[in-house]
DNA sequence: CTGAAAGCGCTTACAG
DNA sequence: CTGAAAGCGCTTACAG
């Protein structure tokens, strides 16, 4: 209706006092009489002008840029750093880059318009990041969530890719596979899934089997059709390693498509832990991360960096493999000895930090 | 490092120009020379100065008030609005209620402080939320979304929760089930619920058959397990009907817990169209909303109703029926006449607009 | 296209 | 505790 914006100077007639006091009451700054603070926050409240916080001194902000919010998993860490972030008064804003170097620029640009106290970023990939070169070079308090490292002074909080991704596919080997399909997001787009890829073959060559070519995939949205069919003629695996659980899900589904059960004819593993797959069923064997738990410490370090309080850490945490229904003993001869010449002794969880 | 503010000035120092030039290239608002430009920018880049946009001026944000992010329908919907907002130069800011009326009014208050172009809400329930209410009363542009309607001066973003549910549930009495349980977030936190729950007793009224008592559960997070014993052992239903996907995908696992097997046991369906309710298997007999859409809907809404172009409209965006694998027909003596006292005509979407 | 200057909304010593 | 006034960062006609 009325675009014409309100200012301290309408309160402070309709209150009766000099725009000073408005002020005064507006910051909390000096103590104002609780009469003259009433009639001002009335006035305010009748004139509609949002008293409590002016936008240049206490608004306080967080900003946020994630791949995609139709990743739970990304969904889920929002979720705690909008938390933590509230009980430090603070605001979350946020930008989605669409798995796109391009769009991390255009999120930061647009996150640094509203001035935030610090950022919290997953970006493609750490190490070329031109968006998050920026930021260190700027030496805005901010971590990466999810990535491997990234600049010197630019915190981080992840699980270790690598080891864990080795982890799970070892049990892939334990159950005698040998012919295993890693499925991942775009190397280039997901230092995760490149980070992974590497466990996958870490886990491999320890006991000598050969990996095949990975199958890499677009990342077009939350819960995608991905096709198999080529990939499974090709190679005629008997299990799949997929970089994440919203991929693992889709490869179950393809599978389904395609005649073939899990874990009766094709094992399946993911990464993640995002909530749904532990209800699913048959119940998915993956890595989790507690990506709720990661958004809270990541915000908490941002904003303990923004205060001073603290300097840019390489959070490591710890992730949980989570033994689920999806993979079965290996068929064909293979699986005469599953555990032939696996390993032994470094079977629990070798590559974890404490 | 250092807490000393980088003005505009220092900017136009740098330079060589004043600081009216400066302002210019911030703004874009004049034309200005590109060797000119290209000073300005390499000295604010060097002072580390955020060009670009001034925080008063074009900073401009919309205010997003969730129950949660954990639930996948409103982190699509947040990644709607997103997508939506950015493309018109608008941030989103966020908060989550957790669905209490207290974080309502907290959350707002957080996001008022932003000083937003308007928000964009999904409330416990429109008709009774103080929060709400005060941004009504405020002539906020605003509007809910998957909410029925709220006070006047708000728009609104929804399906016809109520005749979406008759639609489903109408397919449970089709396969011939009687004994149908109702499982869904409690009425007081959800006013989705409680209309769904209308909607079930609509269906089951339209063919004379008596609803059992509903089941409430709280809303504590995304995945949550929750415990039918005690509801199965005293009403012994053929189906249940969920309020929402992420329930349904829990009923299915909790059956599962008790040895029975859905669809043969026992039906389920669902409401949301969770993308990842797609990929599962069974498939999810569901009512599926574009929460997306809704959420590009609701910004593009808002943001004309804050820039005077728009007034506040009741948006009804049609739900569609997606059927799955998740019923059966139903065990026992009813299912020997499967569509008995059923009304044959009005099958096809009985309760929706346009 | 650019600068000098007026102006805007707000904050904050200063004086009472 | 309060007001008058100086000041700050920024924008924007105005003049060239």
Same mark, same amino acid.
């Given at each position: 209706m009325n675009g014409a914006v309100v200012t301290i100077r309408d309160v402070a007639r309709v209150a009766g006092c000099s725009i000073a006091t408005v002020s005064r009451v507006a910051t909390g700054s000096v103590p104002v009489a609780d009469a003259t603070r009433q009639r001002v926050i009335a006035a305010a409240l009748s004139l509609n002008f949002p008293l409590g =916080?002016?936008? %240049? #001194? %206490? =608004?306080a902000v967080l900003g946020v840029l994630v791949p %995609? !919010? #139709?990743?739970p998993v990304f969904a889920a860490a929002l979720a705690g750093i909008e938390r933590c972030a509230r009980l430090r008064g603070v605001s979350t804003v946020i930008a989605q880059s669409h798995y796109l170097p391009e769009g991390e620029d255009e999120g930061v640009r647009a996150l640094m318009a509203e001035r935030p106290r610090g950022l919290i970023l997953t970006v493609c990939d750490p190490a070329t990041s031109r968006a998050l070169g920026e930021i260190a070079a700027q030496r805005l308090p901010a971590a990466t969530i999810y990535n491997g490292s990234g600049p010197a002074g630019v915190g981080s909080v992840a699980v270790d890719n690598r080891g864990a991704m080795a982890l799970v596919v070892l049990e892939l080997l334990k159950a005698g596979h040998r012919r295993i399909l890693f499925v991942g997001g775009r190397f280039a787009s997901s230092d995760r899934s490149a980070a992974r890829h590497v466990g996958y073959r870490d886990a491999l060559q320890a006991v000598g089997v050969r990996p095949l070519p990975p199958l890499e995939v677009d990342f077009i949205d939350a819960a995608q059709d991905i096709d198999l069919t080529a990939a499974l003629d090709r190679h005629r695996p008997t299990a799949i390693a997929a970089s994440n659980d919203l991929l693992a899900v889709s490869a179950i589904a393809s599978l389904d498509r395609m005649g073939l059960s899990v874990p009766r004819d094709v094992s399946v593993t993911g990464f993640d832990?995002?909530? !749904?797959a532990t209800l699913i069923r048959p119940r998915l064997t993956t890595v989790a991360q507690p990506s709720t738990a990661m958004g809270m410490v990541a915000a908490s370090m941002v904003l303990d960096m923004a205060a001073g309080a603290r300097g840019p850490e390489a959070l490591r945490v710890d992730a949980t493999l989570l033994r689920g229904e999806t993979i079965g003993p290996a068929p064909g001869p293979q699986s005469l000895s599953p555990s032939a010449n696996l390993p032994t002794t470094e079977t629990p969880t070798p590559c974890f930090s404490d």
């Open positions: =916080r002016g936008p %240049s #001194a %206490s =608004r %995609s !919010l #139709a990743n832990g995002m909530e !749904l």
